[in-house]
């Protein structure tokens, strides 16, 4: 069974920066997608990015040219570099991979305030 683990949220402020960290538990070369959502408080969940196993990425409109999502399979990972992060940015971010089924990891949390 693979597990998706997050790191690298916190508190940060206004036009900071943060990285994001996604770890699998086996290989991620067996999966087609990988990518982060993330959900605030009271509103839908939304995707930020993702990545393809060909290195395509896809980013959503409200973090183009803000973050950038990468992946290093030799540590089977993805990763999620954000800045100029906002106070709208503040939301629980989660990786998921898409392979013979879609996984998800637990979440982490992003606070983005002065």
């Known amino acids: 069974q693979v597990q998706l683990v997050e790191s690298g949220g916190g508190l940060v402020q206004p036009g900071g920066s943060l990285r994001l960290s996604c770890a699998a538990s086996g290989s991620i070369f067996g999966f087609n997608v990988m990518g982060w959502y993330r959900q605030a408080p009271g509103k839908e969940r939304e995707l930020v990015a993702w990545i393809s196993s060909m290195d395509i990425t896809n980013y959503g409109d409200s973090v183009k040219g803000r973050f950038t999502i990468s992946s290093d399979r030799a540590k089977n990972s993805v990763y999620l570099q954000m800045n100029s992060l906002k106070p709208e940015d503040t939301a629980v971010y989660s990786c998921?991979?898409?392979?013979?089924?879609?996984?998800w990891g637990q979440g982490t949390q992003v606070t983005v305030s002065a």
């Open positions: 998921y991979a898409i392979g013979p089924k879609v996984y």
